[in-house]
């Protein structure tokens, strides 16, 4: 009985959140059945289960979600972001669209830059680029979360994005894990996504298929959507409903200042992880006060936290006098923060009260079983968890959660670095989460005006399939040789 609790109280919550539902009131609803079927006692489970580890990871990861909210809208306001999209479109030139597309939306999110708000500034660009050059106009999907939502998400060592942050205190590791693994798995995603886009846009020209009917205001209706606000909060972690709170820059920075905060998220976080935070005297950090933890347990959230507070404190230096309103742009921004970081906390009090649960001991100890090693079963798991989830943060933060203890203790055994562990986790989350419920993956498709039916099979082919080949290749490589 307790097993089928949990299955009616996932289905019920993917089915309802798929429609548009609140994942604030399913969450807590879905652990309730699942608690019932197994006997326990209803409220204690939501107030002391649900309820505390929800608030565990708002007070670990909320700084994050804000500053990283914060970032990405001053970086929009600014022009910031336009002047780094519209200088790719002008190098590389409409012979090179998709190019063009996928590497603006790599670099602003490897800086930083919630992939949200990459996506509402870089699509209208790039539809206007897709249509001067020719390319289907529902290839442009594909393209952008090729950019935004793998390798620069989950494999590019150093990137600040929140699904990289997650593990970091599970594991004791930096945001640099695992560097030579996860560069080469981002050539990998990169690589292999570039030429099935290349690939569908030839054989596109060889049937005649041009650019298509242009989808005018997709952008605005999209922000204006509150079904695609309630499915793209759970994740990533920014609201759409933020995007047209505040005004935009009529012009953006020169390129060089654009870049600027950019390359200085990247530069802080790699001295604080191996420079800065390596050199401090900690030991406070035993004491009650502070929580009896260790550097190695907030070392890596304290490197991304300072690098995007010097990113912010950079933009806004270099930008002051052009935004139009700077106090509504960091209003918007803190905003945009607060019901995704309380959305996925949801998802996360959900995955407590199941793995409470006595029925969850045969879930975990199949996983644990899995052929292949730690390795494999941690790549399922996340990948698992993601998918039933729609959220790569979310399942990710549920698996290690419930399993964390369990694979540091195996890594301790079987002589695998945590490091590994830590990308094939990160990896592992940003696979099978783009599945069509995803919120990132709505939210995407409306932002271009494309449907499931026009653009999803490439998606799946940029966006899982490449991560699945790259993951699969850190797998082998990681357990023939080891993390470097």
Same mark, same amino acid.
């Given at each position: 009985m307790g097993l089928l609790g949990i299955?009616?109280?996932?289905?019920?919550?993917?089915?309802?959140?798929?429609r548009g539902s609140s994942i604030l009131v399913l969450a807590p609803i879905a652990g309730l059945i699942a608690a019932a079927f197994a006997g326990y006692p209803l409220l204690a489970s939501w107030t002391q289960t649900f309820m505390s580890n929800a608030a565990d990871f708002i007070a670990q990861f909320f700084p994050l979600f804000l500053?990283?909210?914060?970032?990405?809208?001053?970086?929009?306001?600014?022009?910031?972001?336009t002047s780094i999209a519209n200088y790719m479109v002008t190098k590389l030139g409409a012979e090179r669209a998709i190019l063009a597309v996928v590497l603006a939306g790599a670099i602003v999110t490897y800086g930083g830059v919630s992939l949200f708000v990459a996506f509402f500034v870089i699509a209208p660009m790039g539809m206007a680029l897709f249509s001067q050059a020719g390319v289907p106009r529902r290839l442009m999907p594909a393209a952008i979360a090729l950019g935004t939502s793998t390798f620069t998400m989950s494999a590019m060592p150093g990137t600040p994005a929140i699904q990289n942050a997650i593990p970091m205190p599970f594991f004791g590791t930096t945001p640099f894990a695992a560097p030579g693994l996860g560069i080469i798995a981002s050539v990998i995603m990169l690589g292999f996504g570039m030429w099935w886009l290349k690939r569908a846009e030839t054989k596109a020209r060889i049937k005649g298929e041009g650019f298509g009917v242009i989808a005018a205001d997709a952008t605005d209706q999209a922000a204006d959507d509150p079904i695609v606000r309630e499915r793209a909060t759970t994740a990533r972690e920014f609201d759409p409903a933020e995007i047209r709170k505040s005004t935009e820059a009529p012009a953006g920075p020169p390129i060089g200042l654009a870049f600027l905060p950019l390359a200085m998220v990247i530069a802080v976080n790699l001295l604080m992880s191996f420079v800065v935070l390596p050199r401090m005297d900690v030991a406070f950090l035993a004491e009650p006060q502070w929580g009896a933890t260790s550097l190695s347990a907030v070392g890596g959230l304290w490197s991304v936290m300072v690098a995007l507070l010097v990113g912010i404190v950079t933009v806004i230096a270099i930008n002051f006098r052009s935004v139009p309103a700077l106090r509504a742009?960091?209003? &918007?921004?803190?905003? %945009?923060?607060?019901?995704?970081?309380?959305? !996925?906390? +949801?998802?996360? *009090?959900?995955?407590? /009260?199941? &793995?409470?649960?006595? %029925?969850?001991?045969?879930?975990?100890?199949? !996983?644990? +079983?899995?052929? *292949?090693?730690?390795? /494999?079963?941690?790549?399922?798991?996340?990948?698992?968890?993601?998918?039933?989830?729609?959220?790569?943060?979310? *399942?990710?933060?549920?698996?290690?959660?419930?399993?964390?203890p369990t694979y540091m203790k195996l890594a301790a055994e079987t002589g695998i670095s945590p490091d590994l562990m830590h990308r094939v986790a990160v990896i592992g989350a940003g696979t099978l989460d783009s599945l069509p419920h995803n919120g990132a993956v709505v939210t995407l498709l409306a932002v271009c005006g494309c449907t499931h039916r026009e653009s999803y099979v490439d998606i799946v082919m940029a966006a899982i399939v490449s991560a699945l080949i790259a993951l699969a290749a850190v797998i082998v490589l990681g357990s023939l040789v080891g993390s470097f």
């Amino acid at each position: 009985m307790g097993l089928l609790g949990i299955l009616l109280g996932l289905a019920g919550l993917i089915f309802f959140a798929y429609r548009g539902s609140s994942i604030l009131v399913l969450a807590p609803i879905a652990g309730l059945i699942a608690a019932a079927f197994a006997g326990y006692p209803l409220l204690a489970s939501w107030t002391q289960t649900f309820m505390s580890n929800a608030a565990d990871f708002i007070a670990q990861f909320f700084p994050l979600f804000l500053l990283g909210a914060l970032f990405g809208k001053l970086m929009e306001d600014s022009g910031s972001v336009t002047s780094i999209a519209n200088y790719m479109v002008t190098k590389l030139g409409a012979e090179r669209a998709i190019l063009a597309v996928v590497l603006a939306g790599a670099i602003v999110t490897y800086g930083g830059v919630s992939l949200f708000v990459a996506f509402f500034v870089i699509a209208p660009m790039g539809m206007a680029l897709f249509s001067q050059a020719g390319v289907p106009r529902r290839l442009m999907p594909a393209a952008i979360a090729l950019g935004t939502s793998t390798f620069t998400m989950s494999a590019m060592p150093g990137t600040p994005a929140i699904q990289n942050a997650i593990p970091m205190p599970f594991f004791g590791t930096t945001p640099f894990a695992a560097p030579g693994l996860g560069i080469i798995a981002s050539v990998i995603m990169l690589g292999f996504g570039m030429w099935w886009l290349k690939r569908a846009e030839t054989k596109a020209r060889i049937k005649g298929e041009g650019f298509g009917v242009i989808a005018a205001d997709a952008t605005d209706q999209a922000a204006d959507d509150p079904i695609v606000r309630e499915r793209a909060t759970t994740a990533r972690e920014f609201d759409p409903a933020e995007i047209r709170k505040s005004t935009e820059a009529p012009a953006g920075p020169p390129i060089g200042l654009a870049f600027l905060p950019l390359a200085m998220v990247i530069a802080v976080n790699l001295l604080m992880s191996f420079v800065v935070l390596p050199r401090m005297d900690v030991a406070f950090l035993a004491e009650p006060q502070w929580g009896a933890t260790s550097l190695s347990a907030v070392g890596g959230l304290w490197s991304v936290m300072v690098a995007l507070l010097v990113g912010i404190v950079t933009v806004i230096a270099i930008n002051f006098r052009s935004v139009p309103a700077l106090r509504a742009t960091m209003t &918007a921004g803190a905003n %945009a923060s607060v019901l995704p970081i309380v959305s !996925v906390a +949801s998802l996360v *009090g959900f995955g407590a /009260v199941v &793995a409470s649960l006595p %029925a969850f001991a045969v879930v975990r100890d199949w !996983v644990l +079983s899995i052929d *292949g090693g730690p390795l /494999v079963s941690l790549a399922v798991a996340t990948n698992i968890l993601a998918a039933l989830t729609g959220s790569a943060s979310g *399942g990710l933060t549920i698996a290690l959660d419930a399993l964390g203890p369990t694979y540091m203790k195996l890594a301790a055994e079987t002589g695998i670095s945590p490091d590994l562990m830590h990308r094939v986790a990160v990896i592992g989350a940003g696979t099978l989460d783009s599945l069509p419920h995803n919120g990132a993956v709505v939210t995407l498709l409306a932002v271009c005006g494309c449907t499931h039916r026009e653009s999803y099979v490439d998606i799946v082919m940029a966006a899982i399939v490449s991560a699945l080949i790259a993951l699969a290749a850190v797998i082998v490589l990681g357990s023939l040789v080891g993390s470097f």
